[in-house]
């Protein structure tokens, strides 16, 4: 057991885990997308989970710290509320916003952000750059929105812990990458059964061919 | 006829590849320099070419399309008869060397990587060419064009497409005199 202290709050918590995670375990909110319950490896690409911890001179994302003794640290200061403001709007200036077409909406994590962080879904003075595909139905079980998409990655990653390969991957690079199929076109594929890749989806962007609404 | 042509051509370019593999290992790291060698040999990756690399290091199609399509140094569709380079690196992209880039890309309707239907032309984005003086550069079929403009854009598009058409008439009147 370790002792720490988060936001004036004492917490007794068991070691190895993530302070993102103690927190959230704990009934702390901090805002994520590409946090997996229970790796060890995060991939920290969201951006959102930033906590100040004393000592440090940065705010650091918490997905990234393991709890020790005599942390203390603060998920709610003016710097790491503009760090998470100026991601999250980075994020909505290539995010089509749709909520009223969009099976994830009111349990889309993008709302509970903007919601949480008070600010809006469209991006204010950040131009929209969306993606010309809208639809990618390639698969021949699931539908993928490029422009719902966040590239938080956990789809990639729940289809590889539960498969042993990923029949999903990153495609191309920078604004133009997206979450691809791309030769996966087999009938066998385990994906007509499984949609771990759909459940796991903060957004909505990966959707079910059989029932577009499910998510 | 055209169809049948490139079939042919896919066929021979896979049957390179196949027997090239085998001088390599087959662990994931072998993967950037298998693709590497596709695309030194034959300008291209195809569709099928993924495929075989992925059965050969046996690891998932997709994947392999994921490293590959990563790296601009990799093309997914063979080159055209007029290759088209525009250079998009500092001086350039100051001179306006993207909107050179989208004429050439709306006047050929393909995107940069890309090929036209009838193999006439492709269109690659690179990054400076080393004569940023004459920026904005474009480079077709190895002959440095300077100071671009849309109206050269034109101009030089219509060159190539009025020299076809006089092969093509030179070639109707030759044949039946053969």
Known sequence: MVTLIVNKQELQVDEGKTLLQVCLDNGIYIPNLCHIHGTDNPSASCRLCFVEIEGEDKPIPSCTVKVKDGIIAKTDTPSVRRLQRTAFKLLMSVHRVDCGHCPANKKCELQRIAKFLKVGLKPKYLELRLKETEVDESHPFLDYYPNRCVL??????????????????????????????????????????CFACIRICPVGAITSKDSPRQT | MIQENSLEEEKLILDDIASRLKAFGREREELIPILQMIQERHAYIAEDAIKMAAEYLGIAICEVYGVATFYNQFRFHPPGKNHIKVCLGTACHVRGGDIILENFE?????RDGETTPDREFSIERVACVGCC??????????????????SKVEGLILGFKIEKEKAEREKKKSEPAQ
């Not at chain 2, 709306?106 to 393909?110: D, H, P, Q, V």
């Open chain 1, 152 to 193: 938080c990655g956990k789809c990639i990653a729940v289809c590889k812990d539960k498969h042993g390969r990923a029949f999903l991957t990153f495609a191309k690079r920078g604004l133009d990458t997206v979450v691809s199929s791309y030769g996966e076109t087999d009938a066998n594929l385990p994906c007509s059964k």
């Open chain 2, 106 to 110: 709306r006047k050929l309707e393909i």
């Open chain 2, 133 to 150: 003086a004459l920026a904005p550069v474009s480079v077709v079929n190895e002959t440095v064009q300077g100071h671009m403009a849309p």
